[in-house]
C-alpha cells in the first residue's frame, strides 16, 4: 500500500467545470508537494505547502495542507483543456529527505 | 540544456537480461533521487543519495536491483536478471539541499524498460 492515496483516480469534466484532488494519508508530513505530470515527461513541480491548514493559490489553482499535516486538496476552477494531465501529490516524512508520491489523480478535461 | 538527463529512454529486453540506466543531474545538485513508475499510477521510491552516499533505499527494492553514485554526480541503476514485472518508467529526479526539505524535484524524461 502507498503511503499517500488520491481520489478519485480518474476524473472527466467538461470545459468550465470545478474539481477537487484529494491527498490522504495516516502519516504527518513536515511538507507536502503537487505535481502535473503530461505523457513521456516527468512531473513538474507546482507547489509547495509546509504550514499545516496552509492554503496557496496558483491562478486558477488552490492547494490547501490539512491542519494536521496528513492530507491535502487540489481544487481547480474552470477547468480548460489544457489541465489535462495526471496530478500527483508528494509528502516527505519528518524522519527523511525522501519524498513518497500519491497514487495519482488522472484528470481528462473535455472542450 | 542543463536539465536532468537520462539515458536510455526507451529498452527492450528478454527476460534474465540485465540492464543499466544512466542519470546525470542538474549539475548543482547534491540529491539525486530514482523513481519506478507504472502507467497511470505515481511514482514509488526506489532510492536516494546525498552526494555519493546511498542514504535510503525501499524495502521494496529486491536485490537485484543496485544503484551508484560513485563521484557524486551521475549515477547508474543496474537491473540484474530482469523479470517481466520490471517493465515500468525508471525516473530519476535530482535536487538542491538548500532548498531544505522542501526542495523542488525536478525530473528526467525518464528510462522505459520493457521486459520480453
Known amino acids: 500500500t502507498q503511503l499517500l492515496e488520491q481520489s478519485p483516480q480518474f476524473l472527466s469534466i467538461q470545459e468550465g467545470e470545478n474539481l477537487t484532488v484529494y491527498c490522504n494519508s495516516s502519516?504527518?508530513?513536515?511538507?507536502l508537494q503537487w505535481y502535473r505530470q503530461e505523457p513521456g515527461e516527468g512531473p513538474v513541480l507546482l507547489v509547495t505547502?509546509?504550514?499545516?491548514?496552509e492554503v496557496k493559490k496558483l491562478k486558477r489553482l488552490t492547494f490547501q495542507f490539512g491542519d494536521a499535516r496528513k492530507d491535502s486538496s487540489l481544487h481547480i476552477t474552470a477547468a480548460q483543456t489544457g489541465d489535462t494531465g495526471l496530478y500527483l501529490c508528494?509528502?516527505?516524512?519528518?524522519?527523511?529527505?525522501?519524498?513518497?508520491f500519491g497514487t495519482g489523480t488522472s484528470l481528462t478535461v473535455i472542450p | 540544456d542543463t536539465g536532468v538527463s537520462q539515458d536510455p529512454r526507451h529498452k527492450i529486453t528478454k527476460r534474465g537480461q540485465n540492464v543499466t540506466f544512466r542519470c546525470d543531474p542538474i549539475?548543482?545538485?547534491?540529491?539525486l533521487y530514482w523513481y519506478r513508475q507504472t502507467l497511470g499510477q505515481g511514482p514509488e521510491f526506489l532510492t536516494y543519495?546525498?552526494?555519493?552516499?546511498?542514504?535510503?533505499k525501499s524495502r521494496l527494492l529486491s536485490d537485484r536491483f543496485s544503484a551508484e553514485r560513485p563521484k557524486g554526480s551521475f549515477s547508474t541503476l543496474e537491473i540484474q536478471r530482469t523479470e517481466q514485472g520490471d517493465s515500468a518508467m525508471y525516473l530519476c529526479?535530482?535536487?538542491?539541499?538548500?532548498?531544505?526539505?522542501?526542495?523542488?524535484?525536478?525530473f528526467g524524461e525518464g528510462s522505459r524498460l520493457t521486459v520480453l
Open positions: 529526479a535530482s535536487s538542491s539541499s538548500s532548498g531544505g526539505d522542501t526542495g523542488e524535484l525536478f
Open positions: 502519516s504527518v508530513f513536515s511538507s
Open positions: 505547502v509546509v504550514t499545516g491548514g
Open positions: 508528494a509528502g516527505a516524512l519528518d524522519t527523511g529527505n525522501q519524498f513518497y
Open positions: 549539475s548543482e545538485h547534491n540529491r
Open positions: 543519495f546525498q552526494n555519493e552516499a546511498q542514504l535510503e
